[in-house]
């Protein structure tokens, strides 16, 4: 039996120190790591132990009551969110953990939210029950107010700070008492009269707010009756499964408590890949068909490429999770989403950077394949009998861009090189080559992410770049809809010649829902092999608006119409019509501009949160709330990307180092007029517009 889990937070809320304690308490390893002293077995690339990080999310294995844990360990830092959202995708339930001092942080809402998206059961740890500040209730309120979430505790502790003593366990009503330092020996003693009333209370809370989701222990309650250990545990099982119910732990990582009874109830009440419903699969020749196969060794295999990543010595690993069926090395299976073969060289079990090799892969397993040549992350490797493809990962939009150019002219290959191979890697990485300037241009979630890319060019692959200043990632949107614009590219000057011709309608589409194509050609006016050439020929075009040459975004294209002719039309063709096509529905359209606004909190004593909140006043922010925090205060604020370049410096200085703040992307909004007049100045599409070309 196993657990597939994720450990997921707030940036440095001790997810790493806690997936360490958890190696060295069920025997993994020997030697326990400390963030401090950049010796952890997880956190182990050297960006990670330099700076305290995770960076990219690391699995290990390892056992606990004759059961298998596969563990996730996520970076809390917003720039490698795609390291959250793709394990997220793939794990059966969460370990969520919040700082006893800083509560719910915002970035503690967002892998919430991602939690939710991908219906993941979760419990929850409340670390450094030990920090000046700490206060286990207060953090219990604030998951409640602001997940809304019905979570309850079932370990408490006895004292906090300096204080902290042992724990109580509510469910057995006992005392846990630790011995040694490092936490291996502790004991379970029969609860010290003084705990009694304040465990009952908290008991009494876990009933109430179970019986609220569960019939059973709701038929108890009425009927004031006690439940048995069976009948609450069993409980708390099935509403965590359900995602109805948290119960919320709580102990110092660093100081060695409390690991234990979380081990304990990751295995009691996150579910087996058998407790969780059959993944939907689609038939990859009709959407519409669902498909449903069990985590069953006997079904056809089925699995979901999530991650990759490249080791020194095997080359590409990639990361997989097996959602039914088995999977054999030396075998050949479909990658669903491409159509093409793959044959499985080796499969290995990850321990972090390490690696072990196994002889086959069973359902709910997540192992990683080695051997692959065309599989992306997001993709789907079933058998060919019984092709059926998972939905991908859509991956978040870029804020970021930098420019880079290799130190030597020699280099350039070797750069194009390399940025493929990170492109493999992540999906959260964009990679353009601006033709005007002769740069190349990467984009990403954020400073620290085009930072650590940069630094892996030089360090894994000795490779010199220089780069430009950070700048927001802007982009282009429309705003009205234009139809029936004629995309062509004919050429016919003696011999074959070359004919593409569309029409398209445009349209605005969702925030955030980037390009979608929608292929409404009937009666075969276009041949199908010269649609995906010409949605190709879109999406390159909408990479340079008209406005000032930054990509489009948001909007729908539907294809309606076009013709082709027998001998002169191929793929480059289409390409082009389609191309040409969305050059001049986005003339037409009208382009406007774009800045991503980020969601900001800073937490800040009361003595300065008002030079703070003038200094935002400056930075076109909008302030959204204001709260206390302990004896702190806060301010959330939404305010443009393009104002908060170097703002660690600034509200340094404007609070004497005392604040914090965290920043994430949210969403899109137009730049006001005179900004950007200013940001467009001379640069204008590269390409120009126009729909018709005759050579
Ligand atoms: N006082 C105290 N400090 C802790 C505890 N657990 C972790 N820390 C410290 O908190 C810092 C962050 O710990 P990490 O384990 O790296 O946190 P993380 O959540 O993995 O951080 P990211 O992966 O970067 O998001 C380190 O300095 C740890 O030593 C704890 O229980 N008590
Ligand atoms: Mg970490």
Redesign the pocket.
């Known amino acids: 039996m196993f657990r597939n889990i994720g450990i997921i937070?707030?940036?440095?809320?001790?997810?790493?120190?806690?997936t360490e304690r958890i190696l060295y308490y069920t025997g993994t390893i020997h030697k326990m790591g400390?963030?401090?002293d950049g010796n952890t077995t997880m956190?182990w690339m050297p960006q990670e132990q330099e700076r305290?990080?995770?960076i990219t999310a690391a699995a290990t294995t390892c056992f606990w009551r004759d059961h298998r844990i596969n563990i996730i360990?996520t970076?809390?830092?917003v720039d490698f969110t795609i390291e959250v959202e793709r394990s997220l995708k793939v794990l059966d339930g969460a370990v969520i953990?919040l700082c006893a001092c800083s509560g719910v942080q915002p970035q503690t809402e967002t892998v919430y939210r991602q939690a939710d998206k991908y219906h993941v059961p979760r419990i929850a740890f409340v670390?450094?029950?030990?920090?000046l500040g700490a206060d286990f209730d207060r953090v219990i309120g604030e998951m409640r107010d602001r997940f809304g979430s019905n979570a309850a505790a079932i370990v408490y502790n006895d004292g906090a700070e300096d204080n902290f003593k042992g724990l109580i366990d509510i469910i057995n009503n006992q005392y846990i008492q630790y011995h040694d330092k490092d936490g291996m020996e502790f004991e379970r003693l029969p609860l010290p009269p003084e705990f009694q009333a304040k465990t009952d209370e908290y008991r009494h809370e876990l009933i109430e707010r179970l019986s609220e989701v569960d019939d059973e222990l709701m038929e108890l309650f009425i009927n004031g009756k006690q439940p048995s250990k069976e009948q609450l545990m069993a409980a708390i099982r099935r509403t965590v499964i359900d995602s109805k119910f948290i119960p919320v732990l709580t102990g110092?990582?660093?100081?060695n408590r409390g690991v234990q009874l979380l081990l304990d109830a990751i295995i009691d009440f996150l579910p087996s890949p058998l407790d969780i419903p059959p993944m939907k699969a689609y038939n990859p020749d009709n959407k519409e068909e669902t498909i449903q196969l069990k985590a069953d060794d006997n079904e056809p295999p089925m699995g979901l490429v999530f991650k990759i990543a490249s080791d020194k010595y095997v080359g590409k690993i990639f990361f997989t999770r097996i959602y039914s069926g088995k999977f054999i090395p030396g075998k050949n299976y479909l990658n669903s989403s491409n159509g093409k073969l793959e044959k499985i060289a080796k499969i290995v079990i990850m321990h972090s950077n390490k690696q072990e090799i196994i002889t086959s892969a069973s359902a709910g397993e997540i192992v990683a394949f080695v051997g692959l040549k065309e599989s992306k992350s997001g993709e789907t490797l079933c058998s060919e009998e019984k092709p059926a493809v998972l939905e991908g990962l859509k991956p978040p939009e870029a804020v970021v861009s930098l420019a880079i150019e290799p130190k030597s002219k020699a280099d350039q290959d070797k750069m194009g090189t390399v940025l493929r191979r990170f492109l493999d890697e992540d999906p959260s990485l964009r990679v353009k080559f601006d033709h005007e300037t002769s740069q190349t241009i990467i984009s990403g979630m954020g400073e620290l992410h085009l930072e650590i890319i940069v630094d892996r060019m030089k360090r894994e692959n000795n490779l010199d770049v220089s780069v430009g200043r950070p700048e927001v990632a802007y982009k282009e949107a429309i705003t009205k809809k234009v139809t029936g614009v004629v995309g062509k590219y004919v050429q016919q000057s003696g011999g074959r010649g070359k004919y593409g011709h569309v029409v398209i309608d445009v349209e605005p589409g969702e925030p955030g829902s980037g390009l979608v194509f929608v292929d409404k050609i009937k009666g075969g006016a276009i041949p199908r092999e010269f649609i995906k050439p010409a949605k190709e020929g879109i999406e390159v075009g909408a990479q340079n608006g008209v406005k000032a040459g930054y990509p489009v975004s948001d909007f729908i294209v539907t294809l309606v119409d076009g013709s082709y002719h027998d001998v002169d039309s191929d793929e480059i063709s289409f390409h082009l019509a389609g191309k040409y096509a969305i050059k001049e529905a986005l003339h037409k359209a009208g382009s406007v501009f774009m800045e991503p606004i980020m969601s900001l909190e800073i937490v800040v004593p009361e003595d300065y949160m008002g030079s703070v909140i003038g200094d935002l006043n400056t930075r076109r922010a909008k302030i959204t709330e204001l709260g206390n925090r302990g004896k702190l205060k806060t301010a959330r604020a939404d305010v443009p990307l393009a104002e908060m370049f170097s703002y660690a410096n600034a509200l340094r200085s404007l609070s004497q180092g005392r604040a914090t703040f965290t920043m994430e992307p949210s969403y899109y909004a137009q730049v006001p007029n005179s900004i950007a007049q200013k940001i467009i100045g001379d640069r204008q599409d590269p390409e120009g517009g126009g729909s018709v070309a005759k050579v």
């Open positions: 937070a707030h940036i440095d809320a001790g997810k790493t120190t806690t400390n963030i401090d956190d305290g990080i995770t360990d970076p809390g830092h953990v670390n450094k029950i030990d920090r110092t990582s660093l100081r």
